[in-house]
C-alpha cells in the first residue's frame, strides 16, 4: 500500500475515528486504525466491538492495499505535522511495518495485518430515513443529559429513540430526572421499532453531526444502528433491554403553575450554591404569591438565599431540588422563560420550555 | 421398620457426637470441669493433637467414689441444683460431657475428695463403665481421654491436621486462661509448653493475662473498656486499631465468664471499630460481658459457643458505645508499635565510610576519574524532597500538651514536634484527612441525610425473611436516607435514596443491606458507604503531604488532632503519628 493524502485531510478524517478507539484495550489490534487505500480516497476505519466508525479521505492511491496501526500514536503523529505538508504512507513489502513521510520526518509504525481487524457485521437494516442534521442534533442536544451512568441499569445508559403517533422522540432517564424531545417524524421513520442508542454512540454523533451537511442518514434494525454523517459512517449495537414505560412518570395533573425567567433562575440557584458541599446540594425553593426564594443551607459553612420575582398564583408551597439538576434542565431550555408545573414536596416535577414545542423535563424533589 | 427405642450406647453416641467434635471440644469440657471444682492450677497435656492423648489435671475439689460412680453417667451434674436452667453460674450445667467423652474414647478419671485420704478410678470404654477401683493420686483429679474417637470412625475422617487440631486446643484453652486469670494454666502439646502463670482478677491482673495470651505488645497497644448499662457490665480491653490483625482469632468475648463467639457481640465489636478499621482488618479485644444470667441463655448450642441475650440491641448498643468511647480518647494514644519498630531498626549502623572517618585513615584516593563523576552524579541523584525544615517558635503551653509544640516540618510532609518527654512525628495528610472526615462524620449524624426521592421506584426482590429484617428496620434506614417499604411477596420498593450517593444502584446497596442485616443485625455497609464517600470527599480536601506549612498552621493541626476522636490512626487505620518517648530515644543511642 502507498498513498499520498494531505495533512489537514487525515488529521481530520484521524481526529474522528481515533475517538472510538478505547484508551486501554486488552486486544491488540482494537487499538490499530484500518487503513485502506484505494485509487482516489482513503478509508478509515475504527471499532471498539459495539461500535465502529469508517471515514473515508481523498487521497491519491500509487498502490492499492491496506494495513493497520496503532490509531493513537499515527493521529499524534499527524496531528504535529507541518500544515500544508503532504504525507506519504507507505507499507513494508513483509506489511509488519507502515512508514509515514512528510518532507523531513520519517517515522516506522509495527502493523498489523488487515485479515485480523474486526467487522461489525452490521446485518440486514430493516428501516432508513433521512432526517435534518439540525432536528437531530435537537434530539439528542436536549436529552443527553439525563443519560444514566449506572452501569447495572445498562437499559437507561442511553437515549430511547422511538416513533410514537407522527412524531420521532428521544427520551432519556436516570431514575432521578427524566428528559424528552420530540419532532416530526421523518419520511421512513414510521413504524420503527423502538431502539436504545447507547451514550458513546450518541456523542459521537454529536461530535460528528457539524460536518455533516444538511442531512443524516440514518438505518436501523432492531439490533443495529447506522448513522451517515458526511464522509463518516457510524455503526453500532444498540442496548439490548426494554426501555422502562417513561409514559407513567410524568405527570399530567400538577396544577400549581410557576413562570420563571430562565436566565435569572438560573443564575440564582447557580449563587445560592455556591454555600453547599460538593455532592447532593439541595437548594430549597419557597414559593408564594408572586414570589420565589431559593436558599440552601450548610451547616458546615452558612447558607445562601435569594428572592425572585415569579409567575405564580397557586397556594404556598416549599420544595427541594438538587441545584444540578435544576441547572441541567434549566440549560436546556431554548426560550426564555421556563414553566414549572408542581404538585406537592414529594411529587415529580414537570418543566416545559415554553418555546421549543416538544421538549419536557421531569425532576424528582429531593427531601431536605 | 417397627420404631424401637435406641439402647443406651448408641444414643451416648450421637449425644457424644454434638458435644464433642473434635479434641479441641473434649478438652474444652475437660478443662471447665476443673475450673468448676474450683481449681486453682491446671495442667494439659496432649499429644497427636489430642486423639492420641489428651490428659487434665486440677487441683479442685475432686471427687468421693460415689460422685466418681455417678459423674459418667448421663445427666448426672452436681451443679444445677433447683431446676432453674435460668440461673446458671458454673460453665457445667448438663452432666453431659463426661459421659459424652466415655462414649466416644476411652476414659479414665481419678480423683481425690478433698479432706479425704484414698483417691478412687473410674474407666468407661465404649460406654462400658468400669467398677470403682483404688488409685493413688494427691489432690484434686486427673481426667485421661485415649483414643478419641475410636469408637466413631466417621468423626475421625473429619479431624484436620495434627498441626491444626493442636492449635484449636491451644485456642481454647486461651480463651478459657483470659476468662480466668486466678487460674494458672500449664498446656503441653508434643515439644511445645506454654504457660500462664497465676494472675489477679483486678485490671492489672486482666491485663497482664491478656499480654500472656497475646503476646508482649498488647499491655501498651490496648484501652480499657469498663461500661455499664441496665444491669449490663462490659468490662476488658480493647487492642488499639493500628494493632489489628488480618483474622479475627484474636477476638475474646466473654458472657458470664463462658467463652462464646456470639453474633451479637461480634457483629457490635465490628460496630465499636466501625471506621477505625479499613475491611479485612480485625480488632484485638478481650471483653467480657456480665449479667444476671436469667437475662441470657447459654443453653442454645451443644458446644456453648452460642448464646441468646433476653435484650440483643440493649447488649449490642451497650458494646459498641463502651468500645467507641475507649477508642475515641482523642489523640491520647496511637499504638507504640511504631517507635519499638524504629527502635529495633535504627542499631548503630555500621557503615564502613564512617568508621574510619574522621579519625582520619587517608587512605590514598584510587578510583579513576569516571567514577569520581559518577559518584558526583549519585549525590545528586538523592531524592529530591525539600529537607531544610521550618523553625517555629516554642511556647511552654505548647509543650504541655499530649502531641507536644511544633518544633519542625521536615519533607515537607511531617511535623516534629517536642513534647515533655519525647517527641511526636505527624504524617501531615494522614492526621488532617482524619481531622475532616471526622468533621464530616459529626455532620452528617447532627443534620440529617437529604434524599433524592426516586422517579422510578426500585423493586428489589429479596427472601421474605430479608424482607421482614429490612422492614423491621425501615425506621433506621429511613434515617440514614434509604426510604423503602414492602412490596407484595418477597420484594422492597425502595422510593427514595441518600443523595450523598448520588445515581446509585438501588438492587445492590438493598441486597448488600440485607445480607448484612441477617448476620449483624444492624445498618452498618448502609452507614459506611456513606462515610466513605465523605472520606472522599475528606481525602480531596486534606493536606497532602509536600505541602509547606507555616509554624502557626502546624500548631493548629497538632491542637486540632487533641481534640478530634480517633485522632490516632487516618481513615485507613494507618497511624497518622509515632511518638518517641526520651527513653526510646536513649534507647537508640544505646544509653539504656
Ligand atoms: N475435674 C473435676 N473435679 C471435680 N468434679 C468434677 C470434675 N469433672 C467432673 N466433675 C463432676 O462430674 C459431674 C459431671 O461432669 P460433666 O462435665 O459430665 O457435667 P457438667 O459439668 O455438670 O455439665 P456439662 O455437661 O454442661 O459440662 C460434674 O457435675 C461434677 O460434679
Ligand atoms: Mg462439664
Redesign the pocket.
Known amino acids: 500500500m502507498k498513498v499520498t493524502i494531505e495533512r489537514a485531510q487525515l488529521a481530520k478524517s484521524l481526529a474522528h475515528v481515533h475517538r472510538v478507539v478505547e484508551r486501554r484495550n486488552t486486544i491488540p489490534i482494537l487499538a490499530n486504525v484500518l487503513l485502506r487505500a484505494g485509487k482516489s480516497s482513503v478509508e478509515l476505519k475504527a471499532t471498539d466491538l459495539d461500535l465502529e466508525i469508517v471515514e473515508t479521505a481523498p487521497g491519491e492511491g500509487k498502490t492499492t492495499g491496506s494495513t493497520t496501526v496503532p490509531a493513537h500514536m499515527i493521529y499524534d503523529i499527524v496531528r504535529k505535522l507541518p500544515e500544508g505538508a503532504q504525507v506519504e504512507l507507505q507499507s513494508a513489502s513483509d506489511g509488519a511495518q507502515l512508514q509515514v513521510r512528510a518532507g523531513r520526518s520519517k517515522f516506522t509504525l509495527q502493523a498489523l495485518p488487515e485479515t485480523d481487524f474486526p467487522d461489525l457485521a452490521a446485518g440486514e437494516m430493516t428501516h432508513s430515513f433521512n432526517i435534518a442534521s439540525a432536528d437531530l442534533k435537537r434530539l439528542i442536544d436536549r436529552t443527553q443529559f439525563a443519560i444514566s451512568t449506572e452501569e447495572t441499569r445498562y437499559y437507561l445508559n442511553g437515549i430511547y429513540l422511538h416513533a410514537i403517533d407522527d412524531k420521532l422522540r428521544a427520551v432519556a432517564t436516570d431514575g432521578h430526572r427524566l428528559a424528552q424531545a420530540e419532532i416530526k417524524a421523518p419520511k421512513g421513520a414510521k413504524g420503527m421499532p423502538g431502539v436504545i442508542v447507547p451514550r458513546k454512540t450518541v456523542a459521537e454523533v454529536q461530535r460528528l453531526i457539524d460536518d455533516a451537511g444538511e442531512e443524516v442518514k440514518v438505518e436501523l434494525s432492531a439490533t443495529k444502528i447506522r448513522f451517515s454523517l458526511g464522509n463518516a459512517v457510524l455503526t453500532s449495537k444498540l442496548i439490548d433491554g426494554t426501555f422502562p414505560d417513561y409514559g407513567r412518570v410524568i405527570p399530567a395533573g400538577n396544577d400549581k403553575t410557576l413562570v420563571v425567567d430562565k436566565s435569572e433562575f438560573m443564575s440564582a440557584v447557580d449563587r445560592v450554591s455556591t454555600v453547599s458541599s460538593e455532592r447532593g446540594r439541595a437548594v430549597k425553593l419557597a414559593l408564594t404569591d408572586g414570589k420565589l426564594t431559593l436558599s440552601v443551607i450548610n451547616p458546615d459553612s452558612g447558607s445562601a438565599t435569594e428572592e425572585l420575582e415569579v409567575e405564580y398564583g397557586a397556594e404556598a408551597l416549599d420544595i427541594g431540588f438538587n441545584g444540578r439538576y435544576l441547572l441541567d434542565i434549566l440549560q436546556q431550555i431554548e426560550g426564555e422563560k421556563a414553566r414549572l408545573k408542581l404538585a406537592d414536596p414529594g411529587s415529580p416535577t414537570l418543566i416545559e420550555d415554553m418555546e421549543a414545542a416538544g421538549a419536557l423535563y421531569v425532576l424528582m424533589p429531593m427531601r431536605v | 421398620m417397627p420404631v424401637r427405642q435406641l439402647p443406651e450406647n448408641v444414643v451416648n453416641r450421637i449425644a457424644a457426637g454434638e458435644v464433642i467434635e473434635r479434641p479441641a471440644s473434649a478438652v474444652k469440657?475437660l478443662v471447665?470441669?476443673?475450673i468448676?471444682?474450683g481449681a486453682t492450677r491446671v495442667e494439659v497435656v496432649i499429644s497427636g493433637g489430642g486423639r492420641e492423648l489428651i490428659r487434665v489435671s486440677?487441683n479442685?475439689?475432686?471427687?468421693n467414689s460415689e460422685?466418681l460412680a455417678l459423674?459418667v453417667e448421663r445427666h448426672?451434674?452436681?451443679?444445677l441444683d433447683s431446676e432453674d436452667l435460668l440461673n446458671i453460674s458454673t460453665l457445667?450445667?448438663?452432666?453431659?460431657?463426661?459421659?459424652s467423652i466415655g462414649a466416644a474414647a476411652r476414659l479414665s478419671i481419678v480423683?481425690r475428695a478433698r479432706g479425704s485420704d484414698a483417691a478412687h478410678e473410674v474407666r468407661v470404654e465404649g460406654g462400658e463403665k468400669s467398677t470403682i477401683r483404688p488409685a493413688a493420686l494427691s489432690e484434686g483429679?486427673r481426667?485421661e481421654v485415649r483414643d478419641l474417637f475410636y469408637a466413631t470412625p466417621a468423626r475421625l475422617k473429619f479431624l484436620k491436621s495434627e498441626q491444626a487440631e493442636t492449635a484449636a486446643v491451644i485456642d481454647v484453652i486461651r480463651r478459657l486462661a483470659l476468662a480466668r486469670p486466678d487460674v494458672a494454666f500449664t498446656i503441653a502439646a508434643n515439644e511445645r509448653v506454654i504457660q500462664y502463670p497465676l494472675r489477679g482478677t483486678d485490671e492489672a491482673g486482666r491485663a497482664a493475662r491478656l499480654a500472656d495470651v497475646i503476646g508482649g505488645d498488647a499491655h501498651a497497644n490496648t484501652v480499657p473498656v469498663d461500661a455499664a448499662r441496665e444491669g449490663v457490665r462490659v468490662r476488658g480491653l480493647a487492642g488499639l486499631p493500628t494493632f489489628s490483625k488480618a483474622n479475627s482469632l484474636s477476638q475474646y468475648l466473654f458472657v458470664n465468664g463462658r467463652p462464646v463467639r456470639d453474633k451479637v457481640l461480634m457483629g457490635a465489636m465490628r460496630g465499636g471499630y466501625a471506621d477505625l478499621l479499613h475491611s479485612g482488618r480485625y480488632p484485638v479485644a478481650a471483653l467480657f460481658i456480665e449479667l444476671d444470667p436469667r437475662e441470657v441463655d447459654v443453653n442454645v448450642h451443644p458446644a456453648k459457643a452460642e448464646v441468646r441475650f433476653r435484650d440483643p440491641s440493649l447488649v449490642r448498643g451497650l458494646v459498641v458505645r463502651a468500645l467507641q468511647d475507649a477508642l475515641s480518647g482523642g489523640a491520647r494514644r496511637s499504638a507504640t508499635t511504631g517507635a519499638d519498630r524504629l527502635v529495633s531498626f535504627a542499631r548503630p549502623q555500621s557503615a564502613p565510610g564512617y568508621s574510619s572517618g574522621w579519625r582520619g585513615s587517608s587512605a590514598p584516593y584510587r578510583g579513576g576519574l569516571a567514577e569520581a563523576a559518577q559518584a558526583a552524579f549519585e549525590t545528586i541523584a538523592q531524592p529530591s524532597a525539600d529537607a531544610r525544615a521550618n523553625l517555629a517558635p516554642v511556647l511552654q503551653a505548647d509543650l504541655e500538651r499530649p502531641l507536644g509544640a511544633a518544633r519542625a516540618q521536615l519533607h515537607e510532609t511531617y511535623i516534629v514536634a517536642q513534647t515533655v518527654d519525647g517527641l511526636v512525628i505527624v504524617d501531615q495528610h494522614a492526621a488532617h484527612e482524619r481531622i475532616v472526615y471526622e468533621k464530616l462524620k459529626r455532620a452528617l449524624n447532627e443534620n440529617g441525610i437529604s434524599t433524592q426521592i426516586l422517579l422510578v421506584p426500585a423493586v428489589v426482590e429479596l427472601d421474605d425473611s430479608d424482607v421482614a429484617a429490612l422492614v423491621a428496620r425501615a425506621g433506621e434506614l429511613a434515617k440514614l436516607g434509604l426510604v423503602l417499604e414492602p412490596f407484595g411477596q418477597g420484594a422492597v420498593l425502595v422510593r427514595e435514596t441518600p443523595a450523598l450517593l448520588g445515581e446509585t444502584d438501588a438492587q445492590n446497596l438493598v441486597r448488600d443491606l440485607a445480607e448484612h442485616i441477617a448476620e449483624w443485625d444492624d445498618a452498618l455497609p448502609l452507614e459506611r458507604n456513606l462515610l466513605a464517600i465523605a472520606s472522599r470527599i475528606s481525602c480531596h480536601g486534606s493536606i497532602r503531604a509536600g505541602r509547606r506549612l507555616k509554624p502557626e498552621e502546624m500548631n493548629a493541626l497538632l491542637r486540632e488532632m487533641e481534640r478530634t476522636e480517633n485522632a490516632g490512626q487516618c481513615n485507613h487505620g494507618r497511624p497518622t503519628y509515632v511518638e518517641l518517648k526520651l527513653f526510646d530515644i536513649e534507647k537508640l543511642f544505646g544509653r539504656r
Not at chain 2, 448426672?76 to 451443679?79: D, G, H, L, W
Open positions: 469440657e471447665e470441669n476443673a468448676d471444682a486440677d479442685g475439689s475432686g471427687m460422685d459423674c448426672a451434674t452436681s451443679k457445667g450445667f448438663r452432666g453431659e460431657a463426661l459421659p480423683s483429679t481426667v
